[in-house]
Structure formats: C-alpha cells, structure tokens
Nanobody, 121 residues
Framework: QVQLVESGGGLVQPGGSLRLSCAAS????????MRWYRQAPGKQRELVAG???????NYGDSVKGRFTISRDSAKNTVYLQMNSLKPEDTAVYYC???????????????WGQGTQVTVSS
C-alpha cells in the first residue's frame, strides 16, 4: 500500500559525495519517521540516520559530521547527503518510512529496494 523508490547510489572515489533520495507514495495519511539503513557484505544492517516529522535527527556514530538527513514533507521524500565518503561506507543503503495509512488508524512500515553505494579509487 506504500511504495518507496530510492535513487542516487553509485560509484564514488574516497572523499567524494553522493545524495540519496527515497520517495514514498500510496495510501499515506501521515509519516512520522524516515530512516536510512545500510548493509555491507557479511555485516548486519545498521542505522545510518533518522528524522522525525518534527525535524529531529539522529545519526550513527560512524557517519556523524559527514552525512546529513533531510526531508521534504510535501513530497514524502527523504534525502541523505553523504560527504567525505570512505571505503567503509560501501554498502547497500535502504530507506525505511513509518506512518499511518488512509484514515490514520493503521500504521505502516515500508522499505525501499536498496541502492548500492561503492566508495573506491
């Protein structure tokens, strides 16, 4: 009932930047949380950053000061600006959106399809 479309991944050199986008569509009444996770080969999925409907943000320790999460509520879209990228940032990045459907009585938690980010020279 809620679809997420991610874009913006790719190959970048160390020290470079990328901007990920995740657009939500469907039977959305409201969104209260938007997050980015990542999963590297052989590792568990980890939280990268999150943002609430009020604009409060939180970041994983490994990306603080380098990544910035933001949202466009009118477009139901969340962004992840990634600067000073390192090889250890290489992973598949997933967005997760949580909110209420239709009339506001049913909650949802949807995941994007994932986008590959590779940091290599």
């Amino acid at each position: 009932q809620v679809q997420l479309v991610e874009s913006g991944g790719g190959l970048v050199q160390p020290g470079g930047s990328l901007r990920l986008s995740c657009a939500a569509s469907g039977s959305i009444f409201s969104i209260y949380g938007m997050r980015w996770y990542r999963q590297a080969p052989g590792k568990q999925r980890e939280l990268v950053a999150g943002i609430t409907s009020g604009g409060s943000t939180n970041y994983g320790d490994s990306v603080k000061g380098r990544f910035t999460i933001s949202r466009d509520s009118a477009k139901n879209t969340v962004y992840l600006q990634m600067n000073s990228l390192k090889p250890e940032d290489t992973a598949v990045y997933y967005c997760n959106v949580q909110g209420f459907l239709n009339s506001g009585y049913s909650e949802f938690s949807s995941w994007g399809q994932g986008t590959q980010v590779t940091v290599s020279s």
